[in-house]
């Protein structure tokens, strides 16, 4: 799967959704089936207290689109041999909602429930990881699942751990010797930044590191910066996503070299043996 796995729908979660038409997000578990509420009951609304309060309904200008709160629920893995549960929480607000049916017809608009998720467990897939791709890497890349919905600068921020964790198992070093200042004898090790670190990839790896690079610059707005966006990490992740793939994912490798070879035919590649597997030949 491509570095731009359903970013549409991933962002629309981080956006209010109509709670008829839920994002299209993979199950954290199997990778495969999308989550969904089972039946109607399986997301459940509960207005706060100020919404529901007789001073807020008696106000001159009270109008529907006031109704808030919040959600709590249930949706499962569409794949039947997971069907695995994912809890979510999350807010609501009514909002104009135009509808086709009946009701529509009379009214000529009609007043929704739209959802805003803001925690999800077992956490969503943000990406497909490769296997190959170290268990630190990963585990840094699952956190950042977990937080993305509520707290996307943390999200960033484990972003760039998962960063320092690919460093480390690309055998990049994490220190350099250095002269020791004020002219006194000898060396000490100095601690690399993510920075130094990155650069002394790109010597073996210059188009996963240059993608790293970018994950870095948004994972350090995460860290010094308010407003960070959902979709802000979501361009890290699709990022990330590729990074890992040029790393541990040797398909794009072995179809870029096939490539080359039928180009210098001009055709098709000879079959490398003329036996027929599970027969004797002649």
């Excluded at 199950?27 to 509960?46: A, F, I, M, W, Y």
């Excluded at 109704?67 to 104009?96: A, Q």
């Excluded at 049916?101 to 077992?122: C, H, M």
Aim: charge should be positive.
């Amino acid at each position: 799967m491509s570095g731009s796995y359903g970013k549409r729908d991933l962002e629309r979660a981080a956006k209010p959704f109509h709670q008829d038409h839920w994002p299209q997000l993979l199950c954290g578990r199997c990778e495969q089936g999308t989550l969904s509420p089972k039946d109607g009951d399986s997301v459940n609304l509960v207005e706060a207290a100020d919404s529901a309060s007789p001073y807020w309904r008696n106000h001159d200008g009270w109008e529907p689109d006031w109704i808030y709160g919040y959600f709590h629920g249930v949706l499962r893995c569409s794949d039947t041999r997971c069907g695995e549960p994912t809890v979510v929480t999350g807010v609501y607000n009514l909002d104009y909602a135009p509808s086709t049916d009946e009701e529509y017809q009379k009214s000529g608009v009609l007043y929704a429930p739209f959802l805003r998720l803001q925690f999800a467990y077992p956490e969503t897939c943000i990406m497909k990881i490769p296997d190959r791709c170290p268990n630190e890497v990963r585990e840094r890349i699952e956190e950042a699942a977990r937080l993305i919905w509520a707290d996307p600068a943390s999200a960033a921020n484990r972003l760039r751990s998962a960063i320092e964790e690919l460093l480390t198992a690309q055998k990049v070093p994490r220190t350099r010797l250095v002269a020791k200042k004020g002219g006194a004898q000898g060396r000490s090790r100095r601690r690399l930044t993510a920075h130094d670190r990155i650069e002394l990839l790109k010597v073996k790896e210059p188009g996963a590191a240059d993608l790293l690079e970018a994950v870095k610059w948004i994972g350090n707005s995460g860290s010094h910066e308010s407003g960070m966006r959902v979709g802000d990490v979501l361009d890290g992740v699709a990022l990330m996503e590729h990074a890992l793939h040029e790393l541990y994912d040797n398909r794009g490798k072995e179809l870029a070299k096939m490539a080359k070879k039928i180009n210098a035919r001009k055709g098709p590649l000879p079959l490398k043996s003329n036996k027929v597997p599970g027969k004797r030949n002649a």
